[in-house]
């Protein structure tokens, strides 16, 4: 169920609100239990989702999920303040430091990351013309709601808080969110002891940057990574000494249900503090590398072979194989791959990455590394196959054998022109290009100058 709270101390939350009531069949009951003020009185209530109106401004209203019940997710539709133009943003809640609007210091309401990236993409979607889409980090109260939460806004000043087409974008997109968990599991997570609960989640959260958070954005809305809540440098200033903020830095991850961090800029305290609070600090690089993939995968493969950082790359088999597959690490031949990038460099990793689950790389994952992971025997020859039909096109002929490929290719031989006194230069292209050519009244056919060269690449 998905929980909506309107302020009447927010114009454009009220705007949103009206505009909520009308795309959406609801039946409008009284709530007696409750003073109008505190989300009683008329109680909006459609398939999925349940609206009630405060007095009070959003971020002040502390534990303000008790008034709904049972929700998966409550969203706050409110007003977005500052000098960004027109802009539809969403964010959570809570504060790295002292509480100056609303919440308590040092405290971080619950993230809600898969709900999140949704109202992103809807927000994208709906947008009128003219209005840019954005997150922002964690900067102002509640900081204790009692559901997963965030705000969803319409700013940035009062043409927009008034533009009855921005209202309704933000109002269809809250709405899109019905169903929606707040949550979102690793692709092959599974229920932890039959008891429903899920132990991995594709979860990060983010400590740097400006209030802003365009790499944050990035991630979310170009990945299938999910971010929670995101300290910018003004939250972390707040903080001190990374090593005294421990908890905090813990906390951050717990009400984000997230294990991994992106960390901007360079912070090598606060990147000490977060590995002892036993999370793992990634590149937004290691992100979209293992995009596709579980988690328990990504991790077996970077110990059997070497980290993200330093040149392993995924195949497409990882994006669909068991986590617990058993792994068969294999040299790759390192000659024909050579002459196989030589001839396409696209085509020789494709034909790695078509196979293997993962392989390194090299000249930052320009070119193919020395090893790869497979799960078969016969995925060595699959492999192997894809490499010598990128041969065939350059070769007159590729024959495999037990312990090599073989390559032969009938060519231009300069010596034999040489011997035949045919003089360096145009002539020889002429030849090498399949013309004859005059030399000393004599014509030297390119037959005559061709000589059959053979190479061999050891497997």
């Given at each position: 169920m998905l929980g909506i709270v309107v302020s009447r101390a927010d114009r454009a939350s009220q705007h949103i609100g009206e505009h909520l009531r009308t795309l959406a069949d609801w039946t409008a009951e009284d709530d007696p239990t409750r003073p109008d003020a505190d989300g009683g009185g008329a109680v909006y209530r459609t398939d999925g989702a349940e609206l009630r109106t405060f007095d009070a401004l959003h971020l002040y209203l502390d534990g303000v999920a008790e008034a709904f019940g049972d929700i998966d997710v409550l969203v706050f539709a409110s007003r977005h303040s500052g000098e960004t133009g027109p802009l539809l943003t969403a964010h959570h809640t809570g504060n790295f430091g002292p509480a100056d609007h609303g919440g308590d210091p040092r405290d971080l309401a619950r993230a809600c990351p898969n709900a999140h990236a949704a109202v992103l993409d809807a927000l994208a979607e709906h947008a009128p013309d003219g209005y840019e889409v954005g997150t922002e980090c964690t900067h102002h109260g509640p900081s204790d709601v009692g559901a997963p939460s965030m705000f969803v806004e319409v700013g940035s000043a009062e043409p927009q808080w008034e533009d009855p087409d921005a209202a309704r974008a933000v109002a269809q997109a809250i709405l899109d969110l019905r169903g929606v968990d707040p949550d979102r599991p690793d692709h092959t997570a599974a229920d932890d002891g039959g008891d429903g609960t899920v132990d991995r989640y594709r979860h990060l959260v983010g400590f740097g940057g400006g209030h802003y958070a365009p790499r944050f954005e990035r991630i979310v809305r170009e990945t299938d990574w999910a971010v929670g809540h995101v300290a910018a440098d003004w939250g972390l200033d707040t903080l001190g000494a990374p090593s005294a903020a421990a908890d905090l830095v813990a906390r951050t991850f717990e009400s984000s249900r997230a294990s991994y961090a992106v960390?901007?800029?360079?912070?090598?305290?606060?990147?000490?503090?977060?590995?002892?609070?036993?999370?793992?600090?990634?590149?937004?690089?290691?992100?979209?590398?293992?995009?596709?993939?579980?988690?328990?995968?990504?991790?077996?493969?970077?110990?059997?072979?070497?980290?993200?950082?330093?040149?392993?790359?995924?195949?497409?088999?990882?994006?669909?194989?068991?986590?617990?597959?058993?792994?068969?690490?294999?040299?790759?031949?390192?000659?024909?791959?050579?002459?196989?990038?030589?001839?396409?460099?696209?085509?020789?990793?494709?034909?790695?990455?078509?196979?293997?689950?993962?392989?390194?790389?090299?000249?930052?994952?320009?070119?193919?590394?020395?090893?790869?992971?497979?799960?078969?025997?016969?995925?060595?020859?699959?492999?192997?196959?894809?490499?010598?039909?990128?041969?065939?096109?350059?070769?007159?002929?590729?024959?495999?054998?037990?312990?090599?490929?073989?390559?032969?290719?009938?060519?231009?031989?300069?010596?034999?022109?040489?011997?035949?006194?045919?003089?360096?230069?145009?002539?020889?292209?002429?030849?090498?290009?399949?013309?004859?050519?005059?030399?000393?009244?004599?014509?030297?056919?390119?037959?005559q100058v061709r000589s059959e060269r053979v190479e061999r690449f050891p497997l």
């Open positions: 960390v901007e800029g360079d912070r090598p305290a606060l990147i000490e503090t977060v590995e002892e609070q036993g999370y793992r600090v990634v590149g937004e690089s290691w992100v979209r590398a293992v995009d596709g993939v579980p988690l328990p995968l990504v991790e077996r493969l970077e110990d059997a072979l070497v980290p993200v950082a330093a040149g392993l790359r995924f195949g497409d088999p990882a994006r669909t194989a068991d986590p617990d597959t058993p792994l068969q690490t294999v040299a790759l031949p390192s000659e024909l791959v050579e002459r196989t990038e030589g001839i396409d460099g696209e085509r020789a990793r494709a034909a790695v990455a078509d196979v293997a689950l993962a392989f390194e790389t090299r000249a930052n994952g320009a070119r193919l590394g020395d090893c790869a992971v497979l799960v078969s025997s016969g995925d060595s020859d699959r492999l192997i196959a894809g490499l010598v039909e990128i041969l065939t096109s350059a070769y007159d002929s590729v024959e495999r054998t037990d312990d090599a490929v073989v390559a032969r290719k009938t060519a231009f031989d300069p010596a034999k022109a040489a011997e035949l006194g045919v003089p360096e230069g145009p002539k020889f292209g002429k030849l090498a290009d399949g013309e004859p050519v005059d030399v000393n009244g004599d014509t030297i056919d390119p037959a």
